[in-house]
């Protein structure tokens, strides 16, 4: 089970962390990515990392602000947010899987176990 934290009201140019904890399981050979789904729009993805954490990709709208990190001791996942803007407002999700592949990160349709979801909300 993946469960997602840390979400809430920020004023744009804040920074803010997203957690997604792991129980019942290790993550040590999933790969892990997070996506976003905005009001009336369709979930889209942000960043993954691969199961040795040497790996990252962030898509173009958040690549130099967010940050994704693992720990693997802690069973967790990290989203960094810096710079907040108001278009980054979003139910955020975690996910995971261990057949996951570099190549197939970035696909949601990849993934079979995700977190609840965690609300950010920026205010401009």
């Known amino acids: 089970q993946l469960q997602a934290s840390g979400g809430g009201l920020m004023q744009a140019g804040k920074s803010l962390t997203l957690s997604c904890v792991a129980s019942g399981f290790t993550l040590d050979y999933h790969a892990f990515g997070w996506f976003r789904q905005a009001p009336g729009k369709e979930r889209e993805w942000v960043s993954c990392?691969?199961?040795?954490?040497?790996?990252?990709f962030y898509s173009d709208s958040v690549e130099g602000r967010f940050t994704v990190v693992r720990d693997n001791y802690k069973s967790a996942l990290y989203l960094q947010m810096n710079s907040l803007k108001p278009e980054d407002t979003a139910v955020y999700y975690c996910a995971g899987d261990p057949t996951v592949i570099t190549s197939t990160m970035r696909l949601s349709s990849a993934y079979r176990y995700w977190g609840q979801g965690t609300l950010v909300t920026v205010s401009s």
């Open positions: 990392i691969n199961m040795n954490g040497d790996v990252t």
